[in-house]
């Protein structure tokens, strides 16, 4: 009797386990195995018409990203993750899966791609509500998906689509397509909104061509506001050839706005490498976290005495993060005795390039 | 010509208690209505200070518009200046409205500043109400005067609540005290 009830609670254990395991009923593949992107999407595209008319569904498919930080909705609430959904086995250090889910309605006019709805996520993302069948594609490069969202930005005129489908290039690691992709939209799109967001997305982009094409802008007859969005997309860049534009541009450029921009993106840069080697425990640490606050209410008091005591510290403190914060706030008051100072700790020649 | 004033008034304040009961208002309309009420408590004030008080009083204690009754405050506090100490004191102790009792904490330090400072340490120190110990910093912020910049350091040295704490130091720096540089060092360079 006791062993027929233990048969039972195994029974429903495992069976329980399943269900959790095995992915969602709504979840469609591909029959045929070896095929790239493109014929998939194809195989979608046709499923997608013969089963529910065009939509509501979803054609996801998944890239594996590496190391590359990408800006995905990381906030997983309750619920299935996105992973368990799609039946994938749980991320391995140093994979760094992303999503891009196309969701199609009713109203989605699928040969321009106008009304499909773009949404990126990740892993651990919350798996879609609702019922509607999600195509699941499998998981590719990114040399494959670049030339699919390629081909796709190509056939959109909304502005709000298509900035989705240039953050969704942007975000791949692959510098070599994205790059002159992000180049030529900079240069020929005919709509402002989407030549500016380009030239921002080049600052994920840490290559010499990149930065060439910024510096390029900073030196062209063009609009009012691009040399300062340059500077921002430099200031985001990782390139040690980005670190000295911008340490040239703070020293003398004719432009105000353009050297304090330029000093702003420098002080972060600084802050970024003084926090980098610090572990997280670390930054969080009660008592550093009060000598930070205190720095930064000092910064907050007027006069050359405050500056004085900032510029010490900024020079000479023996805790980094502290170093990193002075640095900043001085850059903030832009106090002249900043730049050599940063000079000294972003020094581009030692810094080694992460990329060519 | 008095006389029209005080008939304008007691208008006014008419206007303001009168509430319709039963008519649900449009979001608009009621902004409005809220809006026409404070400004003519602001008349009410221009045009005869002394005989406002009772009203003002009376709106205080009787109104249910929580807006008109923060307003009726702090009109209240500022032309009793440190009569109003008790008032506000009942007010923070007992009220059930948070909001009017962050007013009334505010109003504290601007009508009374040495009764004030007893009364914003202990509620600086009271861990069960972190909304008005953040509130009551900023009165002792407020406050500037040199035990307030004390009791300041004080807490940003031993308030057992870290953001208490932080908060305290920014208030540091903001104070103009001669004595904010020294302190805010002697933090950053405080041994770990």
Same mark, same amino acid.
């Given at each position: 009797?006791?062993?027929?009830?233990?048969?039972? %609670?195994?029974?429903?254990?495992?069976?329980?386990?399943?269900?959790?395991?095995?992915?969602?009923?709504?979840?469609?593949?591909?029959?045929?195995?070896?095929?790239?992107?493109?014929? @998939?999407?194809?195989?979608?595209?046709?499923?997608?018409?013969?089963?529910?008319?065009?939509?509501?569904?979803?054609?996801?498919?998944?890239?594996?990203? !590496?190391?590359?930080?990408?800006?995905? *909705?990381?906030?997983?609430?309750?619920?299935?993750?996105?992973?368990?959904?799609?039946?994938?086995?749980?991320?391995?250090?140093?994979?760094?899966?992303?999503?891009?889910?196309?969701?199609?309605?009713?109203?989605?006019?699928?040969?321009?791609?106008?009304?499909?709805?773009?949404?990126?996520?990740?892993?651990?993302?919350?798996?879609?509500?609702?019922?509607?069948?999600?195509?699941?594609?499998?998981?590719?490069?990114?040399?494959?998906?670049?030339?699919?969202?390629? !081909?796709?930005?190509?056939?959109?005129?909304?502005?709000?689509?298509?900035?989705?489908?240039?953050?969704?290039?942007?975000?791949?690691?692959?510098? &070599?397509?994205?790059?002159?992709?992000?180049?030529?939209?900079?240069?020929?799109? &005919?709509?402002?909104?989407?030549?500016?967001?380009?030239?921002?997305?080049?600052?994920?982009?840490? %290559?010499?061509?990149?930065?060439?094409?910024?510096?390029?802008?900073?030196?062209?007859?063009?609009?009012?506001?691009?040399? @300062?969005?340059?500077?921002?997309?430099?200031?985001?860049?990782?390139?040690?050839?980005?670190?000295?534009?911008?340490?040239?541009?703070?020293?003398?450029?004719?432009?105000?706005?353009?050297?304090?921009?330029?000093?702003?993106?420098?002080?972060?840069?600084? @802050?970024?490498?003084?926090?980098?080697?610090?572990? *997280?425990?670390?930054?969080?640490?009660?008592?550093?976290?009060?000598?930070?606050?205190?720095?930064?209410?000092?910064?907050?008091?007027?006069?050359?005495?405050?500056?004085?005591?900032?510029?010490?510290?900024?020079?000479?403190?023996?805790?980094?993060?502290?170093?990193?914060?002075?640095?900043?706030?001085?850059?903030?008051?832009?106090?002249?005795?900043?730049?050599?100072?940063?000079?000294?700790?972003?020094?581009?020649?030692?810094?080694?390039?992460?990329?060519? | 010509?008095?006389?029209?004033?005080?008939?304008?008034?007691?208008?006014?304040?008419?206007?303001?208690?009168?509430?319709?009961?039963?008519?649900?208002?449009?979001?608009?309309?009621?902004?409005?209505?809220?809006?026409?009420?404070?400004?003519?408590?602001?008349?009410?004030?221009?045009?005869?200070?002394?005989?406002?008080?009772?009203?003002?009083?009376?709106?205080?204690?009787?109104?249910?518009?929580?807006?008109?009754?923060?307003?009726?405050?702090?009109?209240?506090?500022?032309?009793?200046?440190?009569?109003?100490?008790?008032?506000?004191?009942?007010?923070?102790?007992?009220?059930?409205?948070?909001?009017?009792?962050?007013?009334?904490?505010?109003?504290?330090?601007?009508?009374?500043?040495?009764?004030?400072?007893?009364?914003?340490?202990?509620?600086?120190?009271?861990?069960?109400?972190?909304?008005?110990?953040?509130?009551?910093?900023?009165?002792?912020?407020?406050?500037?005067?040199?035990?307030?910049?004390?009791?300041?350091?004080?807490?940003?040295?031993?308030?057992?609540?870290?953001?208490?704490?932080?908060?305290?130091?920014?208030?540091?720096?903001?104070?103009?005290?001669?004595?904010?540089?020294?302190?805010?060092?002697?933090?950053?360079?405080?041994?770990?």
């Amino acid at each position: 009797m006791q062993n027929n009830r233990m048969t039972k %609670t195994l029974l429903g254990l495992i069976l329980i386990l399943a269900a959790a395991i095995m992915p969602a009923a709504r979840v469609i593949r591909p029959p045929a195995k070896g095929e790239g992107l493109a014929a @998939r999407w194809q195989w979608a595209r046709e499923q997608l018409r013969k089963d529910s008319g065009g939509g509501p569904a979803l054609i996801v498919y998944a890239v594996d990203m !590496g190391d590359l930080e990408h800006h995905c *909705n990381r906030t997983k609430k309750s619920g299935q993750t996105l992973g368990s959904c799609l039946g994938l086995m749980p991320e391995k250090k140093g994979e760094n899966r992303t999503f891009f889910l196309f969701r199609f309605s009713e109203k989605t006019n699928g040969k321009n791609m106008e009304g499909v709805r773009l949404e990126l996520a990740d892993n651990d993302s919350e798996a879609p509500a609702g019922k509607a069948p999600i195509y699941f594609l499998g998981t590719f490069s990114t040399a494959e998906s670049t030339t699919l969202l390629k !081909g796709f930005f190509a056939r959109v005129k909304a502005l709000k689509p298509a900035q989705k489908l240039l953050l969704a290039m942007a975000i791949h690691p692959n510098h &070599d397509a994205v790059v002159p992709f992000l180049i030529r939209v900079a240069q020929r799109d &005919d709509r402002p909104k989407i030549r500016r967001k380009a030239v921002f997305w080049l600052g994920l982009h840490p %290559t010499d061509r990149a930065v060439q094409f910024l510096e390029t802008i900073l030196t062209s007859k063009g609009r009012d506001d691009a040399p @300062r969005q340059a500077v921002e997309s430099l200031g985001l860049n990782r390139h040690a050839r980005a670190t000295a534009v911008l340490l040239n541009l703070a020293a003398g450029d004719r432009r105000q706005a353009v050297r304090h921009d330029a000093l702003f993106w420098l002080s972060n840069k600084v @802050r970024q490498k003084m926090r980098a080697g610090m572990r *997280n425990t670390e930054s969080k640490d009660s008592s550093r976290s009060m000598r930070v606050c205190a720095l930064t209410a000092l910064a907050q008091i007027p006069g050359d005495s405050a500056g004085d005591k900032l510029a010490a510290l900024a020079r000479s403190s023996a805790d980094p993060h502290l170093r990193g914060e002075a640095v900043f706030w001085l850059a903030q008051r832009e106090d002249p005795r900043v730049l050599p100072i940063m000079k000294g700790i972003l020094d581009p020649e030692k810094s080694p390039s992460p990329t060519g | 010509m008095k006389m029209i004033h005080w008939l304008f008034a007691m208008t006014a304040c008419l206007f303001m208690s009168v509430s319709t009961p039963g008519v649900r208002a449009a979001d608009t309309d009621r902004e409005e209505k809220a809006g026409l009420k404070k400004e003519a408590l602001c008349a009410l004030l221009v045009m005869d200070s002394e005989k406002a008080i009772p009203l003002l009083r009376n709106i205080l204690d009787s109104t249910a518009d929580p807006k008109l009754k923060q307003t009726a405050l702090l009109f209240l506090a500022q032309k009793e200046g440190d009569k109003a100490f008790p008032m506000l004191k009942k007010i923070i102790g007992e009220s059930k409205d948070t909001e009017l009792r962050r007013m009334a904490v505010i109003a504290l330090a601007q009508t009374s500043p040495p009764k004030a400072l007893p009364e914003l340490r202990s509620l600086v120190m009271n861990p069960k109400q972190p909304k008005l110990q953040k509130t009551a910093l900023v009165a002792l912020f407020q406050l500037n005067n040199e035990e307030s910049f004390d009791f300041l350091k004080n807490v940003a040295r031993t308030h057992p609540d870290h953001d208490v704490r932080r908060q305290a130091l920014m208030f540091i720096g903001m104070s103009k005290n001669p004595g904010a540089e020294k302190f805010l060092m002697d933090v950053i360079n405080a041994k770990q």
